[in-house]
């Protein structure tokens, strides 16, 4: 039944004991007219609502690097007063693009490629809720919000969304604060993969923490995985491959990157559930990367159809709390998938969430907005990864062995650089999943921090390109870090780390990897890393490496920060949540740090954020220098 009292139309449903489907179509009136063409086209301008275009001007890089970042400003200048928090795009297949902001509107973007002289933006949607993704299936726009997904309909092709039609809600929703509509990417089958937050306080969701697939009509879903924090999603477009990165915290002891498939348990759980009883296996990752490194996984992207040089279908990986875009380097030497990390670039000055390839241009288009702990210097961004052709010196592979570390690279390296043990450094160590928020760093003898290992050769391929790292007894283990620093047969030198899990060891085989015939030398050597200095300024520094201003800041500000000001925290009296107060001292700060849980301070022990421990992280001389700037912060 249908009343419309004071201009609102209300759909009455009658009780009943079994479920009712029904659907409720809401678009704006199209008076029938037999006008001429030009009239009609005025008819449908008149019927916008935002008749408004707005155009910003892209800012090219003029860094000399193989990979740079284009900055292209956000609409914020608009008529209507709208923030604009983009959180993900797609293109359509002439490079136009459709962006969903997390306040709930979609913009229309045209002008992505080339010099961005005239980018523009025009208005498509509002009123959507806490939508993070969207995708775009044959010309028509999908998003993915707190109530479901939604198709977007311009039905006079106006450049408008006329009518939002809930396209999918068979999954279920609850009211948690954190159940994210995290992420959806599109399936080759049309299918949709949808991702929701899994932290809950309150209620327990059947859904929450789950990865889930949309049938292409969107009448059923299928679980694809669960257990998982706060996941977001990749999707390779020609195989269907999901992939999934989750946040650090209780039971995710550093930030995974994961495959997700045959509704594997993931190790996630809540508050709610009994402590550390997990109801199936739990399905270990791809790979870990280092809480320091990538604080806050977001999105992965799938290169397919770029045209960016040797990155072509490669995978990336988006790191919010530091901004940062990560190269991952998948390893299917073993029966068991391996991945390794190596950081792309880390000049964002926004957090970003999703990212694109322009079917037009080739190149990646990432953006994202800050919707909790970052050290980002702006709300929201949008920019554009650009190959400018010069010769990229990311390896192709890192590969763990039976007797090392194999380093492929595209281009040639100087010899006497490349097999001097002295340039490569190498550390491992182990995580422990528990209850408590994150995880310290244990030796492989189960003691507190991380295990140095030396190098005991190094080998040059015959054709220049790669590097075989002798390493005495090689393990697996949960985390290794093998850095390097390198030069080109050119002579331009060149610095990286790559973080992986080595769950599997292959066998070395130096004439089938294109080394000269013979043994590695695997003769112990002792060496230890050089000590941190204590100083003010080592500290700032380690401060930022661990992303700490993300949750602390250093101004007196607590908005938006999970943790206390460190601005005048030293030397203060602190109110602890169930305790006796004491004052912020050196023997404090090193408590806070190491054992972080042990003391909370009041006002704090209810935010859903936690604080890992850095034992076995961090040496003596680090907390020594972290203290030491903490204390200057007056």
Known sequence: KREEPDGLTLVRVAPSNSAIEFSVLLALTTPATNQHDANIAADKEDRLRWKERIITQGRLSTANAPYVLDDIPLPLANPWRRNVRLADLAFFPDGRAAAVTFDGEVWLISGLAGDLGAVRWQR?????????????????????????????????????????????????????????ASSMKLAPDGAFIIAKGGQQSTTL????????????????????????????????????????????????????????????????????????????????????????VNASGAGQVWLSHARMGSLNDALLHLGYNRPEIFLVRLNSRAATLQAAVISLTADLDFAPLNGAVNPVDGQLYVTGFQIWGTTAKRTSGLARLRYTGMASTLPREVVPMDQGILLCFEIALDAHIATNVANFSVERWNYRRTANYGSPHFKLDGSPGQEWMTPSSAYLSRDGRSVFIGLPEMKPVMQMRLGWALATRAGIGFEQNAYFT???????????????????????????????????????????????????????TTEGKPGPTWKGLFGTQREFKGGEPAVADAAYLRESILEPAAKVVSGFEKNDTGMPSYTGVLTETQIQALILYIKTLK
Not at 127 to 141: A, N
Not at 146 to 170: C, K, M, P, S, Y
Not at 242 to 249: F, I, K, N, P, Y
Request: aromatic share 8%; hydrophobic share 35%; glycine share 10%.
């Open 502 to 556: 080595p769950k599997v060891l292959t066998k070395f085989d130096a004439t089938a990897e294109g080394f000269a015939p013979g043994a590695i030398d695997l003769t112990p050597r002792k060496s230890r890393p050089a000590a941190t200095p204590v100083t003010v300024a080592e500290g700032r520094k380690l401060s930022e490496l661990m992303g700490c201003a993300a949750c602390h800041s250093t101004d007196g």
């Open 124 to 180: 498509f949607a509002a009123g959507l809720h806490e939508p993070l993704s969207l995708c775009i299936r044959d010309g028509e726009i999908f998003v993915f919000d707190r109530n479901g997904i939604w198709r977007l309909r311009d039905t006079d092709a106006n450049g408008e969304a006329e009518v939002h039609e809930l396209f999918a809600n068979a999954f279920t929703q609850t009211a948690e604060t954190r159940e994210f």
């Open 205 to 292: 969701g059947k859904h929450n923490g789950s990865v889930l697939r949309v049938s292409p009509e969107g009448k059923t879903i299928t679980v694809l995985g669960h257990g998982l924090r706060q996941p977001f999603l990749g999707l390779h477009p020609k195989t269907g491959q999901v992939t999934a990165s989750d946040q650090q915290g209780n039971y995710v002891p550093a930030t995974p990157l994961h495959l997700i498939r045959d509704d594997q348990y993931y190790g996630f759980l809540t508050g709610l559930q009994p402590k550390e009883q997990y109801p199936a296996p739990i399905a270990e990752p791809l790979t870990w990367i280092p809480h320091s």
